[in-house]
């Protein structure tokens, strides 16, 4: 038993001395995750190493989900449980049956989160990059998810109730000052959100709209200094009632908007 009290010691101290602020919590995460003490260690060293944890472990916590994370993949963060939260609000106030596009899905846990709350919804979840769309997959076996930049992949036709759009809005010369374990281990086209951090956004708005159904929600993940520059580009796509909604809590902001019903 002292052995084993020496060892997590240890174990805590390398991983705090990486930077670790929640050591003893990520210690015993790994520790559930290994089969053996060998194999803890090889775990710690990965996290001492960079990696994400939630890649390591390979899941994540959402809100009252846990979803599946692969090396890789973009890592839901907690403030996005917002949106998710906010999509889920907007689909539970429809008919059965409704309609939700999870844009930018990564490993698709906003529409895991809606399918979990609002169960009978049918989802369709898009990603660019292939490693996000085959844990996309794992996390919304009954979804449609399609390996795509963009909603013009879908049939002109196509109409969504609602849909959340957690885009890429990191300005590209912030990226330099994320944390090294974003930075190393998650794809640059999850994060990278050009010059202003809304590129993104405006090159994807017009289709964001055309695939709205008359009366339908679009949701959208943001930085607050961000908002007026996307309100522009929301209102230009044809979009309107839009409205900013904050956590500070969670330290999110997404941005609400409409397509007027004919």
Known sequence: MADARATDALLVHALRASGSV???????????????AAALELLVERRVAGEPIEQIVGSAAFAELRVVVRPGVFVPRRRTVLLATIVADALRALP??????????GSGAIAALAMHRVPGIEVV???????????ARENLPTALVLHAASPDVLDASAAFDVI???LPYVP????????????????????DGGADGLAPLCALAPAIAARLA??????????PEQVDVATGILQRAGLGGVEQRDDEELGATVLVAVRAAR
């Open 164 to 166: 959340a759009a957690n």
């Open 125 to 135: 979840a898009i990603d660019a990059d292939p490693v996000a769309v085959a844990c």
């Open 96 to 105: 059965p049956g409704a309609r939700l596009l999870d844009l930018g899905c």
């Open 22 to 36: 929640f050591a003893e919590e990520e210690l015993a995460e790994l520790c559930r995750a290994a089969t053996d």
């Open 172 to 191: 590209t010369r912030e990226l330099a000052h994320m944390p090294h374990d974003a930075r190393d281990h998650e794809p640059l086209l999850a994060l």
């Open 214 to 223: 008359p009366g339908g929600t679009v949701a959208i993940e943001l930085a």
